[in-house]
């Protein structure tokens, strides 16, 4: 497995979707701030299996300790869990993993995939893209950084319920259009 890639297309769209779809929207109101100052790390992974994927997410929580100038790290990986099932059901590993590792508290992984389903909706549902994500990914988050964005946010509870009005208002058609859009740059 080689290591992971800054530059690759896959990154590339990711960074253009973070940039574009997630800050443009004001989805993460928290993302901004971290894009300004250029402390998002975007690689992607050629892993294609769990076991080399929980290798590569190893390597970025080092690398994240090791840094303290990334704030946050999304690792993409385009070639293992591209069915949602299979994807939701391997991040119960990634938590046991946190735990192995003892960095349950200190990280947090956060969910995005091109064909996210929250519980209780349909496949279609507008909602869902405020996770669906141009290709599967993970995103390595600092507790300490969510925290304190937390406490720095008026009313971080309402977040959720803006993102799911904002998606219904603009509708399943035309966020597919602008999620399949990333991928053809």
Not at 6 to 35: M, Q, Y
Not at 58 to 82: G, K
Request: glycine share 4%; charged share 25%; proline share 4%.
């Amino acid at each position: 497995m080689k290591a992971p890639d800054a530059d690759s297309a896959e990154a590339t769209a990711v960074k253009r979707w973070i940039e574009n779809f997630v800050v443009g929207h004001n989805l993460c109101p928290f993302a901004r701030r971290e894009l300004e100052r250029d402390s998002i790390r975007v690689v992607s992974t050629d892993a294609t299996t769990g076991t080399e994927l929980k290798s590569a997410l190893v390597r970025e929580l080092s690398r994240l300790d090791a840094d303290e100038a990334i704030q946050t790290t999304v690792l993409v990986h385009p070639h293992v869990f591209n069915e949602f099932a299979d994807y939701n059901e391997f991040l119960g590993q990634v938590e046991d993993l946190l735990r192995e590792h003892e960095l349950e508290g200190i990280y947090q992984v956060a969910s995005f995939h091109p064909h996210y389903r929250f519980a209780n909706t349909q496949p279609a549902d507008a909602e869902n893209y405020t996770n669906r994500s141009p290709y599967p990914l993970l995103h390595i988050l600092r507790e300490e950084s969510v925290e304190r964005a937390i406490d720095q946010h008026s009313d971080v509870g309402a977040i959720p319920q803006t993102n799911i009005a904002l998606m219904n208002q603009l509708g399943s058609a035309a966020l597919r259009e602008q999620l399949e859009n990333y991928l053809k740059r």
